[in-house]
């Protein structure tokens, strides 16, 4: 196969896989007879578990991509990477339940998303196809946004099941919900009669829960962002996305994506100043104007909320317990150092310690590896994503800036939620930076994608 083929294949996988990443769910309904077979008469199936075989349909052209594209060149990332995952391996090969296939599925959809980041880590793609793919994530990420506005504004679904919007139903006590003690929605129900629920759901769009809903528009605003200082002559469109992407976050209430977006846009300015000696100024006006209008909007529920115009005792009460869910986590790591509880295994164990309240996942990334993984594991994960960042540094471009920002928002995001790493949507956008940032790029013209974007 010819190079030119090759990398036309490449651009196409590429493509579809971030095509179908806001709306992959899993499928599970034709394997429905299997898992029943399998697990039914299993007593001793623990209540954490995932009790259904599924897969993605995106993971089919994850197992496709390393025979388009796989080269022999691998970054030192790649290498901790491949320590990560056979730490991950040897901590359920000696848990106390290596014989469960749900656990093995679980490593196995992690097995998918690692090969994707080696394999992207080792070819070269130009830059004018990195962006023509990256542009069309960003028109893709549209869609979301408006399902997501529309769920917070009507305050129910849409009927998109099939392209993975989740149904929202009130009697759902697991869903993800704010309460604000007027009822109100946004500032115009200070205008119309209004009688609502105090207990409001926050925006999904076409995602499992808002939180992961929120990365994924932190990094739809970090890819707008490096497109309006890349083409300031079609800013226009790029400020109407940008003012739809911050709104869209807005009605998620996710505290992490929204900070992670700040930090990783700061990041960002510093390191094009810093570089190419200009301030983008029009871009932080814009993104001012976004995050005003925003919290002109939906600044009263945003007060109600909490945590980040103010700290209530709603926000004070999360934090307690997710304080207490990380002692949990610290607790398992001391006795479990060096291989963890086991891949999968982390809810299972601390139903065993009989916690005060319900078992829940602890909210930080890292504390989840090092528990269910071990020291060694979260070690080798760091040092992944420290040479991948380095490796992106070295060429010092705009391209790799924005890489190198979005990279750290996720950092935070770890801080505070685990769906970077346990997510299938997270993984995937997560180790889509970080294997780009290793992926070495060539410069092209550019006129291709300048007119894609004339034809918006």
């Known amino acids: 196969m010819s190079q030119m083929k090759k990398q036309t294949l490449i651009y196409i996988f590429l493509g579809l896989i971030l095509l179908l990443l806001p709306f992959e769910h899993k499928l599970w309904k034709a394997f429905h007879f299997f898992s029943r077979f399998l697990f039914h008469q299993v007593k001793s199936l623990p209540s954490a578990f995932d009790r259904n075989i599924f897969f993605y349909f995106s993971e089919v052209l994850l197992l496709l991509f390393p025979f388009v594209c796989m080269k022999k060149r691998f970054p030192i990332g790649s290498v901790f990477c491949l320590l990560f995952f056979g730490c991950v391996v040897l901590s359920l090969l000696f848990s106390q339940t290596p014989v469960f296939y749900p656990q093995w599925g679980m490593v196995f959809h992690l097995a998918l998303v690692i090969l994707f980041f080696l394999v992207l880590s080792s070819v070269d793609m ?17 869609i979301p946004c408006l399902i997501g506005l529309s769920h917070y504004l009507l305050q129910h679904s849409l009927g998109l099941s099939f392209i993975g919007e989740p149904v929202l139903d009130p009697l759902n006590g697991k869903l993800g919900s704010i309460g604000v003690s007027s009822g109100r929605l946004w500032i115009f129900d200070l205008l119309l009669p209004h009688q609502g629920s105090s207990l409001l759901f926050r925006s999904y769009g076409t995602f499992g829960h808002p939180n992961v809903f929120g990365g994924f528009l932190f990094v739809s605003l970090m890819v707008t962002s490096y497109f309006y200082v890349t083409y300031p002559k079609k800013k226009l469109f790029f400020q109407i996305v940008l003012f739809l992407q911050t709104l869209a976050l807005f009605t998620t209430f996710s505290r992490s994506a929204l900070f992670a977006w700040l930090i990783s846009l700061s990041l960002f300015v510093i390191l094009i100043c810093w570089k190419k000696k200009t301030f983008p100024s029009s871009l932080l006006k814009t993104a001012l104007c976004a995050l005003l209008l925003s919290l002109i909007l939906f600044g009263e529920q945003w007060w109600d909320r909490g945590g980040f115009l103010n700290y209530n005792r709603i926000v004070q ?131 291709a994608l300048k007119r894609l974007l004339h034809a918006v």
């Open 126 to 142: 130009s830059l004018n196809g990195l962006h023509k793919i990256l542009f069309l994530f960003l028109l893709v990420s549209i």
């Open 317 to 447: 009460k999360t934090d307690n317990e997710r304080v207490e869910k990380q002692g949990e986590a610290i607790s398992l790591i001391a006795t479990h150092p060096w291989l963890g509880v086991g891949w999968n295994n982390y809810l299972v164990a601390v139903e065993s310690m009989q916690p005060k309240s319900p078992p829940q996942p602890t909210h930080n990334m890292y504390l989840m590896i090092a528990s269910e993984s071990g020291l060694p594991a979260l070690c080798f994960f760091l040092l992944m994503i420290g040479f991948s960042i380095y490796n992106g540094w070295k060429r010092q471009t705009s391209f790799t800036f924005f890489l190198a920002a979005t990279v750290v928002g996720f950092l935070f995001i770890g801080m505070c939620d685990f769906y970077p790493i346990f997510d299938q949507k997270g993984r995937l956008l997560f180790f889509l930076a970080l294997g780009l940032l290793n992926v070495r790029v060539f410069v092209k013209e550019k006129q």
